[in-house]
């Protein structure tokens, strides 16, 4: 199980503002050292609230890539996004997205 992507993978995600905030997530996390690993075992109730020094780093790198413009919901939406690709695996993902796009099509 993969969740490796390339940013082509994320076309699946129709809205280009919500597929700019899943790339910056993606590569945020692969910046940091463990990031991954972090994300396959992230167990807290909230990405929003975590004071886990990760999430702090995940963050930053994530302004540090440009996107600086999260609210809490839109930075724990991603995050969950990747949450779900660390845990489940890339095929899984694009049929996550795939899904959603049928349902609200």
């Known amino acids: 199980m993969s969740y490796i992507m390339q940013a082509e993978d994320f076309n699946i995600v129709d809205d280009s503002y919500s597929r700019k905030m899943l790339i ?38 994530m302004a540090t890539l440009g996107f600086d413009g999260h609210s809490g919901a839109s930075f724990g939406w991603a995050m969950r996004s990747m949450e779900y690709l660390a845990k489940n695996g890339k095929e899984a993902f694009i049929s996550k997205f795939d899904q959603t796009a049928k349902l609200t099509g």
């Open 24 to 61: 910056n997530a993606y590569d945020a996390i692969t910046m940091e050292d463990g990031g991954w690993d972090f994300m396959k075992n992230f167990n807290e109730e909230s990405f929003m609230f975590s004071r886990n020094p990760m999430v702090n780093k995940i963050s930053n790198n």
